[in-house]
Each structure stands twice: as C-alpha cells, then as structure tokens.
C-alpha cells in the first residue's frame, strides 16, 4: 500500500499495480476520504439529516465569523494607534484562520454527499465480483446473498 500512495518506492519486487482504475483513484483520494471519515467521526454525522444540519450550522458560523471580520476590519480603517493596529490585525487573523477552518470542514461536507453515491457503487460492484467469483457458492446461495443484501442497502439513504 505504501508503494501505492507514493511513500515507498516503486522497484521493489513485490510491487503489484492496482488492477481496477477505481482502486487507483481510491489510492489518489485517500486524504480526502480520510478527511471525511474524520469529519463523520468527530461530528457524529449518521444520517443525512444529521449533515445538512451540519451544513447548515457551519453556515450560519461562517456568517457570524465573517461579520465579526468585517467590523474589526472597519475598526481599523479609523484607527491610527499602532499598538490597537496591530491587535486589531490579529484579531483580523484569527477570524481569518477560524473561517479557514470552517470552509474546510463544509468543503469535506459536500465532497461527502459528492462520494456517497460513488462509494456505493463502487462497494456494490465489489460485492458483486466476489459473488461471482467465490467457487463454493451456488448459483442458488449468490441469488440468496444478493437479495438478502439489496434491502439493506436500499435503507441507508
């Protein structure tokens, strides 16, 4: 995997490229989806409801960041004190790295909703190469496996 991702390097002898080009494209994503993961994680995001409330609040912090900004960078148009200048500007920073920060995690949110219905095709068409490809399942028991599995996913929209 670390040959994959670049750390490694590539003439080691056991290096086997990825033969599907969604698992290489996986393997260019990875910090991406790790940032999502994360994201679902920390925010405890299960639902879709749960993201858009998510959406919704991390907008509603962007406004309120932004207006903040908006009135100290007011405050030092009139200022002529140095040492208020100065303090004024960090002050400018510090908004500044707070919606940095806040436009990131709504960026990750919605590159979750963009992968979402990706992901899950690209875990069905897996599920379904294994099927095929298993020799000690039946015809009967692929049909069964496939069905029992259909609803379920059907039900995490």
């Given at each position: 995997m670390a040959?994959?991702?670049?750390?490694?390097?590539m003439y080691?002898?056991?290096?086997?490229?990825?033969?599907?080009?969604?698992?290489?494209?996986?393997?260019?994503r990875l910090d991406r989806y790790t940032a999502e993961v994360t994201l679902v994680c920390r925010e405890h995001l299960?639902?879709?409801?749960?993201?858009?409330?998510?959406?919704?609040?991390?907008?509603?912090?962007?406004?309120?960041?932004?207006?903040?900004r908006n009135k100290v960078r007011n405050k030092q148009r009139n200022c002529t004190d140095?040492?208020?200048?100065?303090?004024?500007?960090?002050?400018?920073?510090?908004?500044?790295?707070?919606?940095?920060?806040?436009?990131?995690?709504?960026?990750?949110?919605?590159?979750?909703?963009e992968d979402h219905p990706k992901l899950r095709e690209l875990l069905e068409s897996e599920f379904e190469a294994r099927l095929e490809n298993d020799p000690y399942l039946s015809e009967r028991e692929k049909s069964a496996l496939r069905h029992e599995t259909a609803p379920a996913r059907e039900e995490k929209h």
């Open positions: 040959i994959v991702l670049g750390i490694a390097p080691e002898k056991e290096y086997q490229q990825p033969l599907s080009a969604e698992c290489r494209e996986a393997c260019r299960e639902t879709p409801q749960d993201l858009q409330a998510f959406i919704a609040r991390i907008n509603t912090e962007i406004d309120e960041v932004s207006a903040t140095p040492q208020r200048m100065a303090e004024l500007k960090k002050q400018c920073a510090a908004c500044t790295a707070v919606l940095t920060d806040l436009r990131k995690k709504k960026k990750t949110a919605y590159d979750i909703i």
